[in-house]
Each structure stands twice: as structure tokens, then as C-alpha cells.
């Protein structure tokens, strides 16, 4: 009895406060799409409405745990329940007042990279949503890529990525989730020399600035990759990282 009262709950405040937000975000989404501050490469390649489903990207910067989720607004709009994607940020950049991380919950799951427990803790809860037909987007590099000290490159424009976290593969594996592979990326990158700890109130003010600088924010959309659950970690560690990289490079 206390389970339903907590799902419905939830779901009073998924109407009441989540959805409103998601439905500003996409008008602002759109609104940059047409302004040509974001660019989406081959949106045609996302599988909407497909449930059981793992978003893959880089991650060059801190805006994507942000910009990612929008980009999904379908999902939000259209099954605001079932198919509203997870994000998961690095727990110890996004810190704020108790009311957002009490909102946050319901889209996020903040990982402590720094803690096996904590780790362990956040799979548990990624492949229950998994199981149930959800949607998350992961950054499988285990941090922001310019924070890495080794990385594979692509062989045509020289893009960079960290290797993945062993994670991933395992969190495929035991899901037999569809994964879409997206690129993410700025023709000139330029530094905002920001702290490592980010206010969840700094990140919008963030997102807003990132739109607005000169250069676009290009986001590539990889063809989906379904992966057999008999298939190693190292294979789908390194086909992983092999498209990533190779959709890098695809012409635009």
C-alpha cells in the first residue's frame, strides 16, 4: 500500500513539476535548433518511443547531462511515465538546495565515481529501469573527456575519447539494452574555466551560455547497436569506443 501511495506521488509531481519544466526546455530546444545554435546530424537514426534503451555520448563538457535529456523531449512529452530519460551525471558536480535534488530524482541518478558502493548502488537502479522499458543516457568515459590522461583517437579527425568504463559493457550485457551512440562536440572549443563543483542553479545559466557562444553545438546521432548478451566486455568495450569514434568522423 505505501508503494502505490509513493508511485502516485511521484507521478503527481512528474505532472506537476517535471513536465512543465521538460515542456519549457523543448520550446527552448527548438527555439536554438532554428537560431542554429544546436545542430542534431541524423535524427532520423533515433529510435523515439523505443523503450529499453541506452543513450551512449562523450562528454566534453558539462553541459551534455543537460542538453542530452532535452534533446529527448519526445519522450518526456509523449510517456512522461515510462520513456522520460535518466541522466547520469558525475555525483559530485552537481550540488544545490534540497528542493532540486528532491526534484532531480525523479530524471537523474548522480554517480560518486569515488565510491564502489555507490557505484554498485547506481547499476542496481540503471538496470531496473532498463528491465522496466526505460530510457538512460550514460557518459561511459567516467568523467569529462579532458580530465582523462589516456585516450584513442579517431583516425580521420583526430577526436579524442577516454576509454570506457568496464561498466558499460556489463550494464549492456546484463540488460540486453539497445544502445545509440552520440557525438557531441563544438567546431572551437573554448574554456570557461569552471569549477569542478556546479550548482544545479549554475548549469542552466551554463546551458544558456554555451548556446550562445559563437560557435555551434553539434550533436552526431549514431546508428543503434544491439548486442548479444553472450558477447565479452572487452568486445563491446572496444566496438563501443570504435563507433564512437568512427562517428566522429562521419561527414556531416
Known amino acids: 500500500m505505501k508503494k502505490k501511495k509513493r508511485e502516485t506521488f511521484n507521478k503527481v509531481i512528474i505532472l506537476l513539476l517535471v513536465y512543465p519544466i521538460a515542456l519549457f526546455l523543448a520550446l527552448l530546444f527548438i527555439l536554438f535548433k532554428l537560431l542554429g545554435r544546436i545542430r542534431v546530424i541524423y535524427p532520423e537514426r533515433f529510435p523515439f518511443g523505443r523503450g529499453n534503451l541506452i543513450v551512449l555520448s562523450n562528454h566534453p563538457s558539462l553541459v ?14 509523449l510517456h512522461p511515465f515510462k520513456l522520460r530519460p535518466w541522466s547520469t551525471p558525475d555525483k559530485k ?8 535534488r528532491w526534484l532531480l ?15 554498485s548502488k547506481a547499476f542496481r537502479q540503471l538496470v ?8 538512460t543516457i550514460i557518459f561511459g568515459e567516467g ?34 539494452a539497445l544502445v545509440v551512440p552520440i557525438w557531441v562536440e563544438r567546431k572551437k572549443e573554448a574554456s570557461l574555466n569552471l569549477p569542478d563543483r556546479i550548482y544545479f542553479n549554475s548549469l542552466f545559466f551554463i546551458f544558456f551560455l554555451e548556446l550562445w557562444k559563437k560557435e555551434a553545438i553539434t550533436i552526431k546521432i549514431g546508428r543503434p547497436l544491439q548486442f548479444q548478451k553472450s558477447d565479452s566486455r572487452e568486445k563491446i568495450t572496444q566496438e563501443l569506443i570504435t563507433t564512437l569514434l568512427n562517428l566522429a568522423d562521419e561527414e556531416e
Request: proline letters at 5%.
Open 105 to 119: 530524482k525523479h530524471v537523474t541518478i548522480p554517480i560518486n565515481r569515488s565510491s564502489s558502493q555507490e557505484r
Open 128 to 135: 531496473r529501469i532498463l528491465e522496466s522499458k526505460g530510457v
Open 143 to 176: 568523467g569529462r573527456t579532458e580530465k582523462g590522461t589516456d585516450f584513442f583517437y579517431s583516425s580521420l579527425k583526430k577526436r579524442k575519447i577516454r576509454p570506457l568504463q568496464e561498466g558499460v559493457a556489463s550494464l549492456i550485457r546484463k540488460t540486453g
Open 93 to 100: 558536480n552537481y550540488y544545490d538546495r534540497w528542493y532540486w
Open 64 to 77: 551534455e547531462p543537460i542538453l542530452l535529456p532535452v534533446m529527448l523531449y519526445r519522450n518526456y512529452l
